[in-house]
């Protein structure tokens, strides 16, 4: 039988701490705590994972904020909270710093009586002296927002304040920001999100500031930002009219708006006088068209003028994608995918035309990414290269010059023996979707874990993660990565091939990875554990309704599974640009044939599934993964639940709880996937015209 909203007898777990919702959900809990954590095998890989998670010399990663200081937020055993603090670049050179602790969290929480978690920080420029420090209650996406002296390590008393709330705020300078938040009725939009930027001067009630901006009900969400780039300072307002397009506007002093006219989905930024502007999609200018994917760059003011004289700083091929850009002082980093490997290169703007070299110190088989540069002070840059097996590798560059390392990640787990190599799978319409296998090559096929993303632009690339490496490879599992569509592995196109009425491309992908993986024999159906979050999690609930066969176990976390009311829940309304609006009968139409929640059977025998939420993500309602799970126990299928009563999006606070779910996850999966006969290797078809089974990288 069909669900449609009016007859959902499920409607009750949405609310979200109402007595009989509770009750079920410490019911559910505590059937799968007892299930899956009483033997010693659980609380050994607990064990371990937390101490990959709170290994005292991992990299403890910088960030940059134009004073020449090392900031790091950093959680371990004894602070699983975790300490702000900051450290100098000599110091940060040594193996063990000395650090200059700015805010304790865990001490804080003590002496406030508060579950407080760290959410964000922005620090006032110049100067550095003051910053406002975001806090969230559990980890939700609402935060309290306080402002901080960094000078005495204390918050400022009658200093800048905002109550819990999904807030934005700027420094404009040392009296003065730009706040957009919950003012009152009337002042979010239907995804949660502030509608009304205000200007709020110091020593004044928030009730009094200036209002600058206003969006509409029906838009995402507005905001304003401040350049303090000395000799270039700007400020800019904008509204986000759905998750991939916006209106942005250059705000003169006089209050006037002067839109920056380019397409209402591409991103830009601007640099002293340099705009950069990158498509989502073709745009037709001065007699050119360029494509999807591009990176173009012009003078700010002279576009602002009206002149449309745009250099293409990168194009886009069919192997080769832009993945992001990043300024230093004089020169542009741009950071791309070919077939999912990364590469890093330089431009420097000329008089008449930008030159194009590689950037230093960038190892050629591990993947690497651009931790941090500062922009407002020279041409130095972070940059982290890792890969499956290959722990991470922190340097020190400088554009036109070397690079030092500063820090290496230790090694969590055993790699003798194992690989990573690169496969392509095909799809029924005949595309190609890679996907990476990371372990032992000469083992027969067994439990293998699959997971994949698919959405919304994110691409899946190599990292080293200590905790699958201890927890799943180090026991004889196998891993993999599926670069399916509605990821950003191949551009914007590849993104936009599996929106809205297309979304099931990227379950089609995905599915033919698993057949794939089946067809190699690198493991059977009744072998194979896939995993998703999020988005993610969505996708783990449509393979579970719409291809049982293909897999053995399901993990989804905090999932989003009910399409026809994801956008009646917290921030859903924002998604619909990515999925559709299931209030139109044109989108529930297609909507309607994949949501999960919708599309439960009691006839076909799933796989055993395990659904983890928590109470406090306010941005995917735990009601999603609630509502599944009830009716999945309803249809007798085999369903566990877990709810975590803290972590907000991620579903943990702190690196107790990380490691908790982790174990959690990693024991039901080698429970009901270990064991299986297994298959030979064979050749698959897919392979023809390419090595097989080629290893890549580390």
């Keep these: 039988m069909a669900i449609d909203e009016g007859d959902d ?158 807030s934005g705020v700027c420094w404009i300078d040392a009296d003065h920001i730009y706040v957009a938040t919950d003012f009152g009725p009337g002042t979010l939009t239907t995804s949660g999100y502030p509608r009304v930027v205000k200007r709020w001067r110091r020593g004044t009630p928030l009730a009094e500031a200036e209002v600058i901006y206003e969006g509409r009900v029906d838009d995402v969400g507005v905001g304003a930002s401040h350049d303090s780039t000395p000799g270039f300072e700007r400020d800019f307002v904008g509204r986000s009219l759905d998750f991939y397009r916006s209106e942005s506007y250059l705000l003169t002093e006089t209050g006037e708006q002067i839109r920056i006219a380019v397409p209402e989905d591409a991103g830009w930024d ?193 990292d080293y993660d200590g905790v699958i490496g201890r927890g799943w490879l180090a026991r004889g599992g196998t891993y993999v990565v599926a670069n399916i569509r509605g990821g950003g592995e191949y551009g914007p196109e590849w993104h936009r091939a599996a929106m809205r009425e297309n979304r099931p491309r990227a379950y089609e992908d995905f599915a033919a990875v698993a057949a794939d993986l089946a067809v190699r024999g690198i493991t059977t159906p009744a072998q194979l554990g896939i995993e998703g979050g999020s988005n993610g999690g969505l996708l783990m609930g449509v393979m579970l309704t719409r291809y049982p066969a293909l897999v053995g176990a399901v993990v989804a976390q905090v999932p ?10 917290l921030a859903g309304a924002s998604w619909m640009a990515e999925y559709g609006d299931p209030d139109r009968a044109e989108d529930w139409a297609y909507l309607r044939e994949y949501s999960p929640y919708h599309n439960i059977r009691s006839g076909p025998a799933y796989p055993p599934v395990l659904l983890v939420t928590s109470t406090r993500d306010d941005r995917v309602h735990p009601g999603h993964a609630r509502k599944m799970a009830a009716r999945l126990r309803e249809r007798g299928h085999d369903v566990s639940y877990y709810e975590n009563v803290e972590g907000g999006h991620g579903a943990a606070a702190n690196n107790e709880q990380r490691a908790f779910l982790s174990a959690l996850t990693l024991q039901f999966l080698w429970r009901k996937l270990a064991g299986q006969p297994h298959l030979p290797r064979q050749v698959s078809p897919d392979d023809a015209g390419e090595p097989v089974g080629r290893s890549i990288l580390r």
């Design 9 to 166: 007898p499920y409607l009750w777990l949405e609310d979200l701490d109402g007595v009989e919702a509770a009750g079920w959900v410490r019911e559910r809990n505590a059937e799968t705590v007892a299930a899956l954590t009483g033997d010693e095998r659980f609380g050994t890989l607990r064990t371990e994972i937390w101490q990959v998670l709170d290994a005292e010399d991992r990299i403890p990663y910088p960030g940059w904020r134009g004073d020449h200081y090392y900031y790091n937020f950093w959680q371990d055993a004894a602070h699983p909270r975790g300490l702000w603090r900051r450290t100098t670049l000599d110091q940060y050179r040594r193996r063990e710093p000395e650090w200059d602790v700015l805010l304790d969290v865990d001490a804080l929480a003590a002496a406030e009586g508060e579950n407080w978690v760290w959410s964000d920080v922005t620090v006032l420029r110049p100067g550095y002296e003051r910053c406002l420090i975001s806090l969230s209650r559990g980890g939700a996406d609402a935060a309290v927002v306080r402002e901080f002296d960094l000078v005495r390590r204390a918050f400022v008393e009658d200093g800048f304040t905002l109550p819990e709330a999904k």
């Design 270 to 462: 601007v640099h002293r006088d340099w705009l950069v502007i990158w498509l989502r999609s073709p745009w037709q200018v001065g007699g050119v068209t360029h494509p999807a994917g591009a990176l173009l760059a012009t003078r700010f003011d002279a576009f602002l003028a009206g002149e449309r004289e745009l250099t293409v700083l990168f194009r886009p091929d069919g192997r080769r994608s832009l993945s992001y850009h990043v300024w230093t002082r004089n020169h542009l980093i741009l950071a791309t995918l070919a077939d999912v490997r990364s590469r890093l290169e330089v431009l420097t703007p000329g008089e008449t035309q930008w030159r194009r070299e590689p950037l230093a110190g960038v190892p050629e088989d591990d993947h690497s990414s651009i931790v941090d540069t500062d922009p407002d002070n020279d041409d130095a840059y972070l940059l982290a290269s890792e890969g499956f097996l290959q722990p991470a590798a922190l340097r020190l560059g400088q554009v036109g010059g070397g690079a030092e390392i500063l820090k290496r990640e230790p090694a969590f787990f055993d790699a003798e023996g194992l690989t990573v190599r690169q496969h392509f799978a095909t799809s029924p319409d005949g595309t190609r979707v890679p996907y990476f296998v990371v372990g032992n090559p000469d083992a027969p096929g067994g439990p293998t874990l699959l997971t994949g993303y698919g959405g919304y632009q994110v691409s899946m690339t190599p």
């Design 560 to 569: 989003v599974l009910d399409m026809r009311r994801y956008h009646r829940l």
